[in-house]
Nanobody
Framework: VQLQASGGGLVQAGGSLRLSCAAS????????MGWFRQAPGKERENVAA????????YYPDSVKGRFTISRDNAKNTVYLQMNSLKPEDTAVYYC??????????????????WGQGTQVTVSS
């Protein structure tokens, strides 16, 4: 599976960005999808996840109410809409995929496929 992320950039605090991740190489609807981020000196953090059907999602408290993950199985693409961005959201964001287990989403682990990162910088 190849994952191609795009949409990062520089935004002021309070602004919005939308990340996209296009997948190829496997039936997209067989994959749970997610977004992770990693800031310098910090561990990689799962900030959103969505089940194969889109019917189940997960967010940690740090982004709940501000970030929204969605997917379009017809376009083999997952999105991350990020609103009310804060300087502490600054990180490299990674798209991730895991072969689905058909269970409700929690924090993703044991990722099968990673995309390249895209930088998100939020200025104060």
């Amino acid at each position: 599976v190849q994952l191609q992320a795009s949409g990062g950039g520089l935004v002021q605090a309070g602004g919005s960005l939308r990340l996209s991740c296009a997948a190829s190489g496997r039936t997209f609807s067989s994959l749970d999808m997610g977004w992770f981020r990693q800031a310098p000196g910090k561990e990689r953090e799962n900030v959103a996840a969505i089940s194969w059907s889109g019917g189940s999602t997960y967010y940690p408290d740090s982004v709940k109410g501000r970030f929204t993950i969605s997917r379009d199985n017809a376009k083999n693409t997952v999105y991350l809409q990020m609103n009310s961005l804060k300087p502490e959201d600054t990180a490299v964001y990674y798209c991730a995929a895991k072969i689905t287990s058909y269970r409700p989403m929690g924090a993703m682990a044991r990722i099968d496929y990673w995309g390249q990162g895209t930088q998100v910088t939020v200025s104060s």
